[in-house]
C-alpha cells in the first residue's frame, strides 16, 4: 500500500474526536449474538469486498485470522488497520486486557489478512522491547486516537505489524 492510500484509508476515521467519542465503532451497542458481535459484520465484508456500514462505514478494515494459541482453532477478527509509511500495524482499545489475537500472534505468527476484496497469507510480529519502544514513541506522536486510549490505560497498548506475504 502507498503512502497516499494509508492516509486516505485514515482521513476516513478523521470525524472520531477521541477513545471516548460516542461515534467511534469501539463504542457502539452490538447484538451479542456471537462472542464479540463480529459476526454481521464479517458477512458483510466478504459479501461486499472489504466494505461495510454502520458504525465502520467509510472506514478501512482488515479481517485478521489467527490460530488460537490454546484451542488451535481458527479465529476472525475485523479490524481497523493503520500505517507507518508502507506497514500495516493492528492495536486494540481493550482496556483491561489484551485481545486474544495478540495471544495467538504471539504463540504462531502466521496469519491470513483479508483486504479489499483480496486474501493475503501474512505474518504478524508483535512488537516488544526496543522495536515496541520506538515503534509506539512514533505512533503516539502520529496516532492521536491510540494516543488518547494510551493516556487512559495502565498498561502498553498492543502494538503488532502485519507483513502481507503473499495474495492466496
Same mark, same amino acid.
Given at each position: 500500500?502507498?503512502?497516499?492510500?494509508?492516509?486516505?484509508?485514515?482521513?476516513?476515521?478523521?470525524?472520531?474526536?477521541?477513545?471516548?467519542?460516542?461515534?467511534?465503532?469501539?463504542?457502539?451497542?452490538?447484538?451479542?449474538?456471537?462472542?464479540?458481535? !463480529?459476526?454481521? /459484520?464479517?458477512? +458483510?465484508? @466478504?459479501?461486499?469486498?472489504?466494505?461495510?456500514? =454502520?458504525?465502520?462505514?467509510?472506514?478501512?478494515?482488515?479481517?485478521?485470522?489467527?490460530?488460537?494459541?490454546?484451542?488451535?482453532?481458527?479465529?476472525?477478527?475485523?479490524?481497523?488497520?493503520?500505517?507507518?509509511?508502507?506497514?500495516?500495524?493492528?492495536?486494540?482499545?481493550?482496556?483491561?486486557?489484551?485481545?486474544?489475537?495478540?495471544?495467538?500472534?504471539?504463540? !504462531?505468527?502466521? /496469519?491470513?489478512? +483479508?483486504? @479489499?476484496?483480496?486474501?493475503?497469507?501474512?505474518? =504478524?510480529?508483535?512488537?516488544?522491547?526496543?522495536?515496541?519502544?520506538?515503534?509506539?514513541?512514533?505512533?503516539?506522536?502520529?496516532?492521536?486516537?491510540?494516543?488518547?486510549?494510551?493516556?487512559?490505560?495502565?498498561?502498553?497498548?498492543?502494538?503488532?505489524?502485519?507483513?502481507?506475504?503473499?495474495?492466496?
Amino acid at each position: 500500500m502507498s503512502e497516499s492510500e494509508a492516509t486516505a484509508a485514515q482521513r476516513n476515521q478523521a470525524d472520531i474526536t477521541g477513545y471516548d467519542d460516542p461515534n467511534a465503532p469501539w463504542n457502539q451497542e452490538w447484538d451479542q449474538g456471537d462472542a464479540y458481535g !463480529n459476526d454481521d /459484520v464479517i458477512k +458483510e465484508f @466478504r459479501e461486499n469486498s472489504g466494505v461495510v456500514g =454502520g458504525a465502520y462505514a467509510g472506514a478501512e478494515l482488515i479481517l485478521l485470522t489467527t490460530t488460537g494459541a490454546k484451542s488451535g482453532k481458527r479465529h476472525t477478527t475485523p479490524l481497523g488497520p493503520a500505517y507507518r509509511g508502507d506497514i500495516m500495524y493492528v492495536s486494540s482499545f481493550m482496556e483491561d486486557k489484551n485481545p486474544a489475537w495478540w495471544h495467538n500472534i504471539k504463540a !504462531n505468527p502466521q /496469519v491470513t489478512v +483479508e483486504l @479489499r476484496g483480496k486474501t493475503y497469507q501474512a505474518t =504478524g510480529k508483535v512488537l516488544e522491547g526496543a522495536d515496541y519502544d520506538e515503534f509506539a514513541a512514533w505512533v503516539l506522536v502520529n496516532n492521536p486516537l491510540l494516543a488518547d486510549f494510551q493516556s487512559k490505560i495502565d498498561r502498553p497498548m498492543p502494538l503488532v505489524v502485519l507483513t502481507l506475504d503473499s495474495e492466496s
